[in-house]
């Protein structure tokens, strides 16, 4: 998708302001129904950055939206997280919104979560990291819990401003995200389809990799360089696989290795040294030890094994 136009929002207020909406009840943080929004872009694609964090529940009937790496359809309730700084592209059919769009999305200034907890913590949620297949599908019943939460907020800052209210739209906030959390984790369970198809997508792309002679030249590939080729990021990789399999992804990498190093052992008579070096490892030692510990023998005691 190639976008027309890029939209930067720098705050909240000026956010609402370009959006036809109301100033802001409190400039940090704010809940915006999408219903509301009275200024529709006549551009068929433009993007937009936040320079603050945004939990979005959209349906947008003839909208596509490029989340990540690739467009998708928000026909339904999906929610979505974007950090400051993400670029999220809007694909419009037609040239204009037909119908008003549904839902809600909470921006966060990440000036509002200073000297709290959640300032670090925020970061530690995979899914605000998350690039194509990690917009989150909620059932009916999801979305209502969500919904509610979203409103807490809403009338919290809205009321009267005292002591409390920072912490009480904080343990809201953080309520929320691990909701949120939870539902992710039965996503990766529920839509088994779309997981083992990134995992049937990650198996062909190790054994390219493994088979063009790259693992000489280059060594292992890192989580950066897969994620990057399976259009997801790093983070959503390792929950999917552990979700999956029980392993994060650098374990993944390494059994794989190994598989292979077994083959090799158990099938040509390549020395070691010359097995590791095929395997991308400078140093035999480092290769007999991972060996080791993933197998409990030396490759040389699992090649006399088969004697």
């Not at 190639?2 to 939209?7: D, E, G, M, R, T």
């Not at 997280?81 to 769009?101: D, L, T």
């Not at 008579?269 to 097995?275: D, Q």
């Amino acid at each position: 998708m190639n976008s027309k136009q890029l939209f930067h929002f720098h705050s909240i207020t000026e956010y609402h302001r370009a959006a036809g909406l109301p100033k802001p009840a409190h400039p940090l943080i704010s809940l915006v129904h999408m219903e509301d929004l009275n200024k529709p872009l006549d551009e068929n694609a433009f993007s937009m950055i936040y320079d603050f964090y945004s939990i979005a529940m959209k349906r947008v009937g003839n909208a596509k939206f490029k989340y990540g790496q690739q467009v998708q359809d928000f026909d339904e309730g999906v929610l979505f997280f974007m950090s400051p700084g993400q670029v999220f592209g809007v694909e419009i059919e037609k040239g204009i919104i037909r119908h008003k769009p549904e839902g809600w999305m909470i921006l966060i200034h990440p000036d509002f979560l200073w000297n709290t907890a959640l300032a670090k913590t925020i970061k530690q949620y995979e899914f605000f990291n998350y690039s194509v297949y990690e917009a989150l599908f909620l059932s009916d019943k999801e979305e209502t819990m969500l919904t509610t939460i979203a409103q807490n907020i809403e009338q919290e800052y809205e009321g009267n401003i005292d002591r409390f209210s920072q912490s009480v739209i904080i343990a809201q906030l953080e309520l929320l995200l691990t909701y949120s959390e939870r539902f992710y984790q039965r996503q990766f369970i529920t839509r088994k389809v779309t997981s083992h198809e990134i995992l049937s997508r990650l198996e062909d792309l190790l054994s390219h990799y493994f088979n063009s002679g790259e693992l000489s030249e280059k060594g292992l590939p890192s989580v950066t360089y897969i994620a990057e080729n399976l259009h997801i990021s790093p983070g959503y990789l390792s929950s999917l696989l552990k979700s999956l399999t029980g392993q994060n992804t650098q374990q993944h990498l390494h059994n794989r290795l190994i598989e292979l190093a077994k083959q090799k052992l158990s099938t040509t008579n390549l020395s070691v040294s010359e097995i590791a070096y095929e395997l991308g490892f400078e140093h035999l030692q480092s290769f007999s030890k991972l060996f080791k510990t993933k197998t409990n023998l030396s490759p040389m005691e699992f090649r006399h094994s088969f004697n």
